[in-house]
């Protein structure tokens, strides 16, 4: 049967301080009404009941995932006792699915995505989920790169394979080039960015993982066998605290001969930085902003107005921010050390409560 796993643990430090530890991202209302959450769920309906929707949260978050998603069942919330990257995430929930259905076959969406197009979004799952019951493989969806962006992985294309949409055997993963390489890769035409929407069927995706991170998969099938049982909190717990953390890209992702990429045809945005949300802003004056904002002399700048009025007056290539208690003013050539920043400040201890 068929699966969606929604991540929803990440804390958004990027976009740090509109997304906070207690309310991160993914929470978070910016472009339309309804929380990124809130629209990832509503967006793969047309092909996942709800009752075969899940979300990977950590415990601080659960009841935030409770409120938005009321409809979905609380044994559908799978809970992490620490975060620990996203193949230790996915792989929990691959554990968890497997113990339920030998066949399961996952979906698994980020809960920060901006996607327009919805219908053929839904085609492209259809076929990837066709690519991976046929070839036992790792489907992901690559979109055409339209900048050489640095804050993305890409996936350059091999061999055409059969459907209807656009489908390659995966020739190899490289995770967030330097910016020289980016332009490279662009020029080249062959590569796509890695969306981080992977299809996959629960047991192949486990053989991977015990190919290439032996030492995870030996955590998870002894909490596999524990599923269901009066221990199995305490011992996810036991088994997260000797996980050593990585990324499903790294990994698995970046190793597997098994991986597939179908090529996107619809809108896609990673909603994971300041300038991929400053894309949703209104043009003002050569400036992309928002709430109350008043610019002069100035270009190119990104403002998140709130309440009070913000003026730029001779200013070029800021991120000006106001989140009410915090007020960020950045290069936007530092959009990529957010997360350096919000480290320094956890260090001080009189601001550090500002997090």
């Given at each position: 049967?068929?699966?969606?796993?929604?991540?929803?643990?990440?804390?958004?430090?990027?976009?740090y301080?509109?997304?906070?530890?207690?309310?991160?991202?993914?929470?978070?209302?910016?472009?339309?009404?309804?929380?990124?959450?809130r629209?990832?769920?509503?967006?793969?309906?047309?092909?996942i009941?709800?009752?075969?929707?899940?979300?990977?949260?950590?415990?601080?978050?659960l009841?935030?995932?409770?409120?938005?998603?009321?409809?979905?069942?609380?044994?559908?919330?799978?809970?992490?006792?620490?975060?620990?990257?996203?193949?230790?995430?996915?792989?929990?929930?691959?554990?968890?699915l497997?113990?339920?259905?030998?066949?399961?076959?996952?979906?698994?969406?980020?809960?920060?995505?901006?996607?327009?197009?919805?219908?053929?979004?839904?085609?492209?799952?259809?076929?990837?989920?066709?690519?991976?019951?046929?070839?036992?493989?790792?489907?992901?969806?690559?979109?055409?790169?339209?900048?050489?962006?640095?804050?993305?992985?890409?996936?350059?294309?091999?061999?055409?394979?059969?459907?209807d949409?656009?489908?390659?055997?995966?020739?190899?993963?490289?995770?967030?080039?330097?910016?020289?390489?980016a332009?490279?890769?662009?020029?080249?035409g062959?590569?796509?960015?890695?969306?981080?929407?992977?299809?996959?069927?629960?047991?192949?995706?486990?053989?991977?993982?015990?190919?290439?991170?032996?030492?995870?998969?030996?955590?998870?099938?002894?909490?596999?066998?524990?599923?269901?049982?009066?221990?199995?909190?305490?011992?996810?717990?036991?088994?997260?605290?000797?996980?050593?953390?990585?990324s499903?890209d790294f990994?698995?992702?970046?190793?597997?001969?098994?991986g597939?990429?179908?090529?996107?045809e619809?809108?896609?945005?990673?909603?994971?930085?300041?300038?991929?949300?400053?894309?949703?802003?209104?043009?003002?004056?050569?400036?992309?902003?928002?709430?109350?904002?008043?610019?002069?002399?100035?270009?190119?700048?990104?403002?998140?107005?709130?309440?009070?009025?913000?003026?730029?007056f001779?200013?070029?290539?800021?991120?000006?921010?106001?989140a009410?208690?915090?007020?960020?003013?950045?290069?936007?050539?530092?959009?990529?050390?957010?997360?350096?920043?919000?480290?320094?400040?956890?260090?001080?201890?009189?601001?550090?409560?500002?997090?």
């Open positions: 049967m068929l699966y969606a796993l929604i991540l929803a643990g990440g804390k958004g430090i990027r976009l301080p509109l997304s906070r530890e207690k309310n991160p991202k993914q929470f978070l209302k910016v472009i339309n009404d309804k929380s990124f959450l629209n990832t769920v509503d967006r793969i309906k047309p092909l009941s709800k009752e075969n929707i899940y979300v990977v949260t950590n415990e601080e978050y009841d935030k995932v409770y409120e938005e998603l009321p409809e979905i069942n609380k044994d559908n919330i799978f809970v992490e006792p620490a975060n620990k990257e996203t193949a230790t995430c996915i792989g929990l929930s691959a554990v968890k497997l113990k339920k259905d030998k066949d399961a076959a996952m979906v698994v969406l980020p809960s920060d995505h901006y996607i327009e197009g919805e219908k053929i979004f839904i085609d492209t799952l259809v076929q990837a989920v066709e690519i991976a019951e046929r070839r036992r493989g790792l489907i992901t969806i690559g979109v055409t790169p339209t900048r050489p962006e640095t804050g993305y992985g890409y996936i350059e294309m091999g061999a055409r394979i059969s459907g949409i656009a489908s390659y055997k995966v020739e190899r993963f490289t995770e967030k080039p330097n910016i020289e390489v332009k490279d890769f662009l020029l080249k062959t590569y796509l960015w890695n969306s981080g929407m992977f299809v996959w069927r629960a047991d192949v995706f486990l053989r991977e993982m015990e190919k290439y991170l032996p030492k995870m998969y030996k955590n998870l099938m002894t909490i596999y066998q524990h599923i269901g049982e009066e221990a199995e909190h305490e011992v996810i717990k036991e088994q997260y605290n000797l996980i050593d953390g990585i499903v990994g698995i992702m970046q190793k597997t001969r098994k597939y990429v179908i090529k996107c619809f809108v896609w945005d990673d909603i994971g930085s300041f300038a991929a949300l400053g894309r949703f802003l209104g043009n003002y004056r050569g400036n992309n902003v928002s709430g109350n904002t008043f610019m002069e002399q100035s270009e190119n700048c990104y403002v998140f107005g709130d309440k009070r009025l913000i003026i730029g001779g200013i070029k290539d800021l991120v000006i921010v106001d009410g208690d915090v007020i960020l003013v950045m290069d936007k050539n530092k959009e990529q050390e957010v997360k350096h920043l919000v480290n320094e400040i956890r260090k001080e201890d009189t601001i550090k409560k500002f997090l």
